[in-house]
């Protein structure tokens, strides 16, 4: 199948001016069959005959030049246009599918939209929304609500990118159910389940920056100090085997169970098979096991997370020696009782995650320690080497009532504390 540039535009009631002059000599017997298809389709009103002619001209269409031109015409109606546009885009991108060659499918996808004026990601976008569609039918749901449906509902499934699909498949039981359901009604459902569209970014950071803008596993009311749970996902992904036994030594709210437990969301390809374990000195969830990190763990491991109470902050948050240290010699102390009880508890070539930031005092006169650093000699100093470090934003700058601290920051020349270094160490071989 070829596109050749035959010179042809719509008019205003969708009906095809040929310019003689070039013949794009695409030939076939049921040409005169097609014209009158789709003559009709250009001309009919009623809305059951035009969805009867939408679907013939699916069927039977096989000129990606006039499916084209039925997809930009029939994208101007109410109800049923922008079902039918995005079922004809889908057409056409199943009618380029034979080109392998990508150079040259993206040439005659350009081509398509040239003659009908739409910029080709646009294109794409209905190719998204068409495909979704076509999910829909093989799950075998009534798209008959659907079909009706306004143009926004198809833009909101479209955003979903590899989970139009689903959307538009929760979208028609929606419609089972309350066929007069808004696509606002619809999307605030979905999101109700499966968090809005930013909370369902990639959870995989490319980089070592971190930032976590909206956080998809929520804190627990009863634990206000968990961390966002994309922290683990990224820590597990990049630094955990596939198999083996993966502990978090500090486990806090238990937010390290909650994402391992929906790891489908993160691990790609990884299909990671753990045995996982949490401890915590005051343990707040049933899965968690009573045990002080600063002595061995009772089992060996092969990734070892630790969020540690941070120096100065949490003697508020939490009980336990590290958070209440009133001296930072004392906490270094402890963190290195920490370290080296989990080194020990370390396979060979097993990794020790420790996520710390930095203690930063509001004045210049007040320390500044380099938590971090020090844990790092710590880690050192037990016999782990270095492997690699993340940075995660903790986005205290812009939390709600920061405007003071900003400013006094700003004022005393001292920078706010707004970053977590997660350094990753590994034991030897043995
Ligand atoms: C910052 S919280 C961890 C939060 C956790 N990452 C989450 O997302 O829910 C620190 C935890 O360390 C625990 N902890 C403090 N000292 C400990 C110790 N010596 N051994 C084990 N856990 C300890 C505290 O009880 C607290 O639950």
């Given amino acids: 199948m070829t596109l050749v540039g035959k010179k ?37 009103v009623e809305s059951t005959e035009f969805y009867d002619l939408a679907e013939a001209i699916l069927a039977e269409i096989q000129d990606p ?42 040439l005659e996808l350009r081509q398509l939209c040239e003659l009908v004026g739409l910029p080709p990601n646009k294109a794409k976008g209905y190719i998204i929304q068409g495909k979704a569609i076509e999910s829909v039918e093989k799950a075998f749901i009534n798209t008959g609500n659907l079909r009706e449906a306004p143009p926004a509902l198809f833009q909101y499934a479209q955003r979903q990118k590899d989970r139009a699909g689903e959307y538009l498949i929760e979208a028609a039981k929606i419609f089972e159910k309350k066929s007069s359901a808004t696509p606002t009604q619809i999307h605030r459902e979905w999101c109700h389940k499966n968090g809005s569209i930013k909370a369902n970014l990639d959870i995989i950071k490319p980089s070592d920056w971190w930032a976590f803008g909206h956080p998809k596993w929520r804190k627990k009311e009863d634990f206000p100090g968990s961390i966002p749970g994309e922290i683990y996902a990224n820590a597990l992904y990049y630094f ?7 502990v978090d030594a500090m486990a806090g709210s238990g937010m390290f169970k909650r994402v391992y437990d929906d790891r489908d969301r993160w691990q790609k390809d990884s299909a990671f098979d ?19 990190a600063r002595k061995p763990l009772p089992i060996k491991a092969d990734w070892i997370f630790i969020d540690p109470p941070y120096f100065g902050q949490s003697n508020h948050l939490f009980d336990g020696d590290l958070a209440a240290a009133k001296h930072y ?33 509001l004045k210049p006169e007040n320390p500044n320690y380099d938590v971090p650093a020090d844990a790092y000699s710590l880690a050192i100093n037990a016999g782990l080497h270095w492997i690699d470090a993340a940075f995660v934003s903790r986005a205290r700058q812009q939390e709600p009532g920061s ?28």
């Fill in 329 to 361: 010699a004392e906490y270094l102390e402890l963190l290195k009782e920490v370290i080296v009880a989990l080194t020990a508890s370390l396979l060979p070539n097993g990794k020790l995650c420790i996520f710390l930031p930095k203690w930063s005092g």
């Fill in 8 to 44: 042809e535009k719509i008019d205003r009631r969708g009906v095809i001016e040929e310019d003689n002059n070039t013949n794009n000599g695409y030939i076939s017997h049921t040409k005169n069959f097609n014209r009158h298809l789709l003559d009709d389709f250009y001309s009919t």
């Fill in 65 to 106: 030049n006039d499916v084209v031109k039925c997809a930009e015409v029939v994208s101007k109606r109410e109800p049923g246009g922008a079902f039918y546009r995005a079922k004809l885009w889908a057409k056409i991108s199943h009618l380029l599918e034979d080109i392998e060659n990508e150079k040259k499918h993206n």
């Fill in 403 to 430: 405007a003071r601290k900003n400013n006094a920051a700003k004022r005393y020349r001292r920078m706010r504390s707004d970053t977590c270094v997660l350094n990753v160490f590994e034991k030897s071989g043995v």
């Fill in 274 to 292: 753990l045995e996982i374990h949490l401890f915590d000195l005051h343990p707040c969830r049933n899965f968690i096991q009573k045990h002080d």
């Fill in 240 to 246: 955990a085997p596939k198999t083996g036994v993966a």
